[in-house]
């Protein structure tokens, strides 16, 4: 990595890592790169968590009227679901033919590991997401105090730019330890995980079972229908798409009900579930509808088959379906 100053003109998508320790770094330089963003006349929305959005409200003082603020623990509380969020705003600011500046927090020490590793995979995948026709500015900061350094060094692989604590930003010539999305390896089910084989005749019963047992350990009855309907979309795909029957496992672990669902067929698409379907399409649904009604979803695919691992926590009951 080479230090070298931003450049005063931007072409296409810069993605890049801020790394800094502490609140005062935090605010410091992200109210920095906002009010850069706002002398520009560039679109700015930020999206970190609620408590950073009042000190960066009061920081900004009369610049935060020009500012966007989203909670990141609402919005992207499935870090899957803030790659629509950031096309639809981009989306709506180059019709009007703005530049665009955003600063997105992914990762909060809070998140579990298997959270954390899908925010990973959501910033590996931000690099493709915009084109080189798109003057989108995207800030995402890391704080070195509160985060494993395994999780600091992926995240600047997992960027192009990288920016410290004093402002000083290193250009990237190549990612060699950014994440791979699909092929990532998932830890295995617990020993005492319960197995339910299904097939394209018995998913309604893999649906009841599923449903029996999210209740059993206390899910609520709006998240138990949200995740029944992920299960079955899933499920589905497995045994139209996959040519085959399938199986799943359930369990349960840090306050979270999981089930896994394996079978034939390759995903080779890794954008799958995180882009709203266009109207009319015929498929691509099962994913988005899982990622929606799910605290997290993991995907991993190979050769060998597909594994997808729905999570949800004993009080979820969304219905963010969009």
Known sequence: MT???PPPVRRGFRHEAFIYSGDTEFIEGVSDFVRQGVAGDDAVLVVVDAPKIDRLRTALDGTASSVSFADMQDVGHNPALVMQLWRDFVGAQVDRGRAIRGVGEPMSWGRSEAARAECHIQEALLNSAFGAETEF???CPYDATALAGTDVATAVAN????RDDGGRVGAHAQHADAVEP???ELAAPPADAETIPFGRTTIR???ETVAQRARSYGVA???VAGLVLAVSEVATNTVIHGHGDGSADVWVTDGSFLCELRGPGRVTDPMVGRV???RGQMHGYGIWLANQFCDLVQI???EAGTTVRLHLARDAGRANVA
């Open 221 to 223: 009855d709006d998240g």
């Open 137 to 139: 500015w995207l800030l």
């Open 300 to 302: 991993r695919s190979c």
């Open 182 to 184: 699909l092929t990532a």
């Open 205 to 207: 019963e893999l649906r």
């Open 159 to 162: 960027h192009p730019y990288t």
């Open 3 to 5: 230090a070298t100053d």
């Open 276 to 278: 709203r379907p266009k």
